[in-house]
Each structure stands twice: as structure tokens, then as C-alpha cells.
């Protein structure tokens, strides 16, 4: 079966600052996602990479596949409070659906003001 | 357009108690997915159906897990009985079809096991 390793597990940073979070995956990467989520609520969809080499972007928040395809980086430009939260990466072991994703641990993000 | 609704938001059993959990898909998504999040971990599936029947329920502990979708669109999820083990954020999902791109979750239900 595929696993997840997210790191940091987690992050604290000021206002303002740049963070990057790392999804290592044992097995080849088809379809690699980033979902967000706050305490009490449920997972909020980011962006979905599937092919090596692919970046995406959604406002400060950018990610990427590595041309091996079995990482994934997620960065976050000047950060503010807002984007505190756990992030969490899910695999697609089949390509191209959400069916049956496999998730890492998340990584918990603290932004201090 | 209206999310997946989950009721109730948050609930505390004793352990060998009964629970159940509601789930509301977003309209029109045939899809609907149960989750189990115990803290600290990643969400693990538990069970997969397309409109009222099971795709895969290959992680759903049969022997006192039990869900249903009988009209296609409401999903009830059941613990019976508890154990302390079960605590945990419990999520549904729903999307368009098995091979839609996202699907989108609701808020959970927080069991409490004691």
C-alpha cells in the first residue's frame, strides 16, 4: 500500500514569512493532492498535481510535483494568520480521481502575528 | 450552492453505547465517501458508495461499523457497540462520480468514546 510522509509534522512562523511543507511518497505518484483543515471543520481542497514537473498556484499558496513524481512540495508566500491550519496530502493511487486517497499525518501550521 | 452536511457536529458515548451519524451530499453527487480521523492522523476511508451501493467497505470494521445510503442521496453511519478506540472525527465526502477530480467534505462529526 502507498504511505504518506509529511514534514515538518509542525510548523510555527511570524507573519509574514515564507514556509514550505514536503509529501514523500513510497510509491509513484499519479495524482497528489493538498486539502486544508481548520480545527471543527472539514477538508478544504487546494490544488491537484498529476504530472512530474507540474506547478499550480492559488493565490500565496503554490505547489509542486517533482519530475520523479513521488514528492510533493507546498509553499506559502508571506503567511499570515489566516493560513494557519493543518495541511494534509492525499495520494491518488489510481490517476486522475479522488477515489481512494490515501493521506499523510498533516502538518499543523502556527502563524503568529 | 450547499455543502455536505453532517449531523450531529459533536457527540459522547460511553463505550459498548450505540451512535449514529447523518450525512447530506451536495446535490447531484453520486459519490459519497465515510471517513475516520483519529487525531493526529491523516483521514482513512471506511467506505465508498455509488448512489445506494457499496464500492469498496475493504476498511470499515464489519463487525460494528455498518452504513447505508438506501435512497442514493442521505448516508447513515453506525457504531455498534463503541469502543474507546472509536474516538475520532468522523467525515463524509461526496463528488460527482468515482472519477471526478475533488471531492468535497463536510465538517465531520467529533465522537468522544468514554
Known amino acids: 500500500s502507498q504511505e504518506l510522509e509529511q514534514s515538518p509534522q509542525s510548523l510555527i512562523v511570524q507573519e509574514g514569512k515564507n514556509l514550505t511543507i514536503n509529501c514523500t511518497s513510497s510509491k509513484t505518484l499519479y495524482g497528489l493532492y493538498w486539502y486544508k483543515q481548520k480545527y471543527g471543520e472539514g477538508l478544504i481542497f487546494l490544488m491537484m498535481?498529476?504530472?512530474?514537473?507540474e506547478e499550480k498556484s492559488h493565490e500565496k499558496i503554490t505547489a509542486k510535483l517533482d519530475e520523479k513524481k513521488q514528492q510533493s512540495s507546498l509553499h506559502i508566500t508571506a503567511s499570515q494568520p489566516s493560513h494557519a491550519g493543518i495541511y494534509l496530502c492525499g495520494a491518488d493511487p489510481f490517476g486522475g480521481s479522488n477515489y481512494k486517497l490515501t493521506f499523510g499525518k498533516g502538518t499543523l501550521l502556527t502563524v503568529n502575528p | 450552492e450547499a455543502g455536505v452536511a453532517q449531523s450531529p457536529r459533536y457527540k459522547i458515548i460511553e463505550k459498548r453505547q450505540s451512535v449514529a451519524f447523518w450525512c447530506n451530499p451536495i446535490?447531484?453527487?453520486?459519490?459519497l465517501y465515510w471517513y475516520q480521523q483519529i487525531l493526529g492522523q491523516g483521514p482513512k476511508l471506511l467506505i465508498q458508495?455509488?448512489?445506494?451501493?457499496?464500492?469498496?467497505d475493504s476498511q470499515l470494521p464489519k463487525d460494528r461499523f455498518s452504513a447505508e445510503r438506501l435512497k442514493g442521496v442521505d448516508s447513515t453511519l453506525k457504531i455498534q457497540p463503541a469502543k474507546l478506540e472509536d474516538s475520532a472525527v468522523y467525515l463524509c465526502a461526496s463528488s460527482l462520480a468515482p472519477g471526478a477530480l475533488r471531492s468535497y467534505f463536510g465538517p465531520g462529526t467529533r465522537l468522544t468514546v468514554t
Open positions: 498535481l498529476q504530472k512530474g514537473g
Open positions: 446535490s447531484g453527487h453520486a459519490t
Open positions: 458508495f455509488q448512489n445506494n451501493g457499496v464500492v469498496d
